[in-house]
C-alpha cells in the first residue's frame, strides 16, 4: 500500500469549505490535488472518465440533485461548461461547502465567466521538505515575517546533502518518491513523456520531440534568469536551425497552462531606491527532479563524481555540476508551499547586470520581507550575506528577517543578526 503524506493545506481547505461554497484546487498533475479533495468531499465524480462527462451532460443543471456535498468534479477542465454551471449554482445557493474542484490544466475552452466572487482558488504543489517527513522543522516561515529578528533561531537535524540529493531525484510527487530507483526513473521519465505528448494541440512525435528539446534547454537554465532568446537557441529546431519564437512560446504557453513551469517573478517595490532591479523570472519547474531527469542527472553527477560538463544557456555561467541550483530549487518549492499557507507572496531580488541578486524574497501581506540566500554548502562562506546586509540598510524595519539556508546541521544566528538554518528544519 503506497505510503500516504498529511498535506499542510489540508487545515486551510477544511476552514475554507465551512465559510465558501466552492473552492477549485489548482496543480500540476501527480501533486495530489485528487487526494486532497477526496478526503475533504462527500460524492466524487471523476470527469476524465467519458462514462462520468456523459452522464454529467445528460444531467446538465441537476448535476447537484442526489449528492452528497461538497461535490467533488475532478479533473473538471475535461468538461469546461461544468465552471460555468458550478458558479449558477452557487448564485442560486452560496451555503458554503458545496463544491471541490480539481485541475491539472487550463481548459482548451476557457469558462465564460471567470467564477470571482464565488469560486475560490487554491494551489498545490508537489511535497515540501516538510511535508515528506524527512525532519520536524524548527525555524518558522510565519514567525520569521512576524520579524522579532532577536529571537532564538536554533534546532539540529540529521539530514546532510546526500539526502538533499536523493530529495532532489526521488521528486515531491506522493506516487512516484517512495518507488525502487529504477521504477521512480521511469515513472518520471513517462511523466516528462506525457507532458510533451498529450498535452500538445497537435501531439505529433516530432512536435512532442521539439517540445522536449526545448524542456530540457529550459532544465539547464534552471534557477537563474536565463533570457528566453538563450533557451531558444539552446533548444534549436529539429532541422538544426534556431527554435522560432513562435514556437518556444507556444511551448511556453502549454507548460505554463499544465503548471509544470512555476518560474519565481522578480520582486519590484515601490521604493525609488530600487529603481535597477529587474522584472525577469528566475526559472523554475514544478519539481527539481524534472529538471534533474532532463539533464540525465544522478546522484554521483550531482555530487560532484567525474564533474561532468553542463550545456548552458548563453549568458549564463559554465557550470560543471547543479547542485547549487537543484539544492536552490528544492528549497524555493518547499518556501513556495510555506508563504501560501500565511498569505505571503514568493519572488526573487536581481539588479540590473546581476551586481546584487537574493535568491528568495518572501512578502508578506503587511509588506514585510524575508529575504533568503540559499546555499548547497554546511555553512555561509565570507561574503554570503553581503547582499542580505546590503537589503537591510535599504529596507530598514520593512525587512523583518534576513536567511541563509544550507545544508549544514545546525539553525543558528551569526554575529550579524542573520539566521542561518538548515533547510530540513525550516518549516511553515
Known sequence: MAREFPRLLQPRLRELLTGLAAISIEGARGVGKTWLARRHG??????????????????????????????VLDEWQRMPELWDRVRRAVDL???????????????????????????????????????????????????????????????????GLDQYVDEILRSGFPAI?????????????????????????????RRARGLQDWMQAYAAGISTCATYDAINSLAGGRDGGPLASSTARTYRDILEAVWFLDPLPGWSPSENEFSRLTGMDKHQMCDPALAARLLGLGAASLLGVGRPSMTTPRGVPRRTRLLGPLFESLVIQ????????????????????????????VEGADRRVVAIEVKAGAAPRPGTTRHLTWLRDRLGDRLADAVVVTSGRRAYRDEDGIAVVPAALLGP
Open 42 to 71: 462527500g460524492t466524487f465524480i471523476p470527469v476524465d472518465d467519458p462514462d462520468e462527462r456523459a452522464q454529467l451532460s445528460i444531467l446538465g443543471a441537476h448535476l447537484v440533485e442526489q449528492t452528497h456535498p461538497p461535490l
Open 334 to 361: 518547499s518556501t513556495q508551499v510555506y508563504a501560501d499557507l500565511c498569505g505571503a507572496r514568493v519572488h526573487h531580488l536581481r539588479t540590473k547586470g546581476g551586481r546584487q541578486e537574493i535568491d528568495i524574497v
Open 93 to 159: 445557493d452560496p451555503a458554503p461547502g458545496r463544491f471541490i474542484l480539481t485541475g491539472s490544466a487550463s481548459p482548451a475552452q476557457a469558462p465564460v465567466h471567470t467564477g470571482a466572487g464565488r469560486i475560490a482558488t487554491m494551489r498545490m504543489r508537489p511535497l515540501s521538505l516538510t511535508e515528506r517527513g524527512i525532519e520536524t522543522p524548527t525555524v518558522s516561515l510565519a514567525s520569521l515575517l512576524v520579524g522579532n529578528s532577536s529571537e532564538t533561531v536554533g534546532g539540529a537535524t540529521h539530514v
Open 177 to 205: 518518491r517512495e518507488l525502487p530507483p529504477l521504477a521512480r526513473e521511469a515513472q518520471l521519465d513517462s511523466y516528462l513523456e506525457q507532458t510533451a505528448l498529450h498535452d500538445l494541440a497537435d501531439g505529433t512525435p
